[in-house]
Nanobody, 122 residues
Framework: QVQLVESGGGLVQPGGSLRLSCAAS????????MAWYRQAPGKQRDLVAA???????NYADSVKGRFTISRDNAKNTVYLQMNSLKPEDTAVYYC????????????????WGQGTQVTVSS
């Protein structure tokens, strides 16, 4: 039905930058909120940043001022620009989206991407 595909992860030195992308495809009438989560080994999956269909944003305190979430509604894509990266940012980053399949759907379905590894190390 719906697939989310992330890209842009990799290895970067502390203080460096990465830009993650997540594109949604499939049976989509509209997309409500989109978000990025991350999960480090042995830890739970936590919200990093979220953005509504209208462009309002929310960030975890640990990334405020360093990360920027944005979206391109025409492309069904959400981005995460990560600057001033720290070793503590090392994790698998997951894209999440609330998607309405049809105009007459009762509610949005929640989808997850497969994840992309971000490693911050010297």
């Amino acid at each position: 039905q719906v697939q989310l595909v992330e890209s842009g992860g990799g290895l970067v030195q502390p203080g460096g930058s990465l830009r993650l992308s997540c594109a949604a495809s499939g049976t989509i009438f509209s997309i409500n909120a989109m978000a990025w989560y991350r999960q480090a080994p042995g830890k739970q999956r936590d919200l990093v940043a979220a953005i509504t269909s209208g462009g309002r944003t929310n960030y975890a305190d640990s990334v405020k001022g360093r990360f920027t979430i944005s979206r391109d509604n025409a492309k069904n894509t959400v981005y995460l620009q990560m600057n001033s990266l720290k070793p503590e940012d090392t994790a698998v980053y997951y894209c999440n989206a609330a998607i309405r399949a049809y105009s007459h759907s009762y509610y949005d379905n929640n989808y997850w991407g497969q994840g992309t590894q971000v490693t911050v190390s010297s």
